[in-house]
């Protein structure tokens, strides 16, 4: 039994390929579907717009090739090179620090938390015990980190980032005028850091405008039709962007008739969403400067010094979280070799009881039944220490090979490799609908 983490994130891969391999809602489960048929025995996957992860327990067959083989049909072109593969304790390692927000483009954001909190929800038809066991462990671990540390005081997120960006463009942004297309959580909490920022007006603008207007109505702001707000560009200082929709919404024709109208007054907009919402032709408008995801980072670099300091703590608690995973997981997969132990001793058992009972015709039904409690008693001292033995090396890291040496040992290869089911926890963490 191993646990894989495959995958490609920020550091690995450029926008441009992420947003190939980003996986909406509805595609997760037919992806981890093909993903068991390939070997895998549970599969989650996590995809935002700076990750997309699968994460496995596997059998015999390795399924990590199927998933290259996935990732590389949508970038049409060999995947490998954009991405990695985290084993065992370095992959457990890897999720508890994605979810605690190590592994974030800003350190110590808090809306990756709720991802990995939606991403097992929506993987849990095709997960197992193990799995749900990794994810629990990850959200609880976030949570330590979130309260035992500093990483996550005053975290930033992508939506601010976006905003200080633009604070920087203008100097300020006291009196200036902004547009928010989208109204989901990424997008309200842009609309919160303008406010805050002083914006003299503020737009939303959504698809459905029953959202919009449930959102500008509590920040102050004015909700428009989303086909209407093209014509409001003229009068807007900074657009911030964070749709769901898988194409470009903003193209250069929605831009071009306003920009007479603009004269010299530039136009800053902010793509923060994957797959990005702009399309990258409006970069060469006149006095219009685009900025996507990947232009945010020189801006979160300015700003972490502080949560920098707190890292050699929380992956100190990290640390201590992912041996106690490992030693469970470990532990656990020696349960189905000493059940099928047993089951194959007891066979032996009976066997034997009834052909030396045979023999023992004239016992007593008394000293019969004491025959029989002599034979269960030995059968269980001598399995005894066996029993303990291999359930302690193969969770002290001596591990599976141990487990794989027993089932040799006894002639036990049949023995089923799954692990038995187990009462599951629901541990809260906050929900989101925002990318990393």
Known sequence: MALIAVGANFRTAPLEVREKFAYGGSEVGGLLSRIRAAGAREAALLSTCNRTELYVIDSDTDPVPAFWNELSDRLGEDARRFGYVRRDREAAAH?????????????GEAQIQGQVRDAWERSRAQSGVALNRLFQSALSVASRVRIETGVGRGAASVSSAAVQL???????????????????????????????????????????YERAAELAERHGATALHYEACWSDLAGVDVVITSTSSPHPVVRADHI????????????????????????????????????????????????LGRRHEELP????????????????????????????????????????????????????????????????????????????????????????????????????????????????????????????
């Open 95 to 107: 999720l508890f620090r994605v979810a605690s927000g190590l592994d974030s483009m800003i350190i």
């Open 166 to 208: 633009a604070k920087q463009i203008f100097g300020s942004l006291r009196g200036r005028r902004a547009m928010v297309l989208g109204a989901g959580e990424m997008a309200e909490l842009a609309l919160e850091c303008l406010v805050k920022e002083g914006v003299r007006a503020a737009i939303v603008a959504n698809r459905t």
């Open 256 to 303: 071009t008739p306003t920009l007479t109208a603009r004269g010299d007054r530039p136009l800053c907009i902010l793509d923060i969403a994957l797959p990005r919402n702009v399309d990258p032709e409006v970069r060469k408008l006149r006095n219009v400067f685009l900025y996507d995801l990947d232009d945010l980072r020189a801006v979160v670099a300015a700003t």
């Open 313 to 436: 703590t929380a992956e100190r608690l990290l640390s201590d979280e992912v041996e106690r995973y490992w030693t469970w997981l470990a532990g656990l997969a020696s349960v189905p070799v000493l059940t099928t132990l047993r089951g194959a001793m007891e066979q032996v058992r009976e066997q034997e009881l009834a052909g030396a009972l045979r023999r023992l015709s004239h016992l007593s039904p008394a000293d019969r039944e004491a025959v029989e409690h002599l034979s269960r008693s030995l059968m269980n001292k001598f399995l005894h220490s066996p029993s303990v033995r291999l359930r302690a090396a193969a969770a002290n890291g001596r591990g599976l090979g141990v487990v794989d040496a027993a089932r040799y040992l006894f002639a036990l290869e049949d023995a089923p490799a799954t692990v038995p089911p187990a009462p599951e926890e629901h541990p809260a963490a906050p929900s989101s609908e925002t990318v990393e």
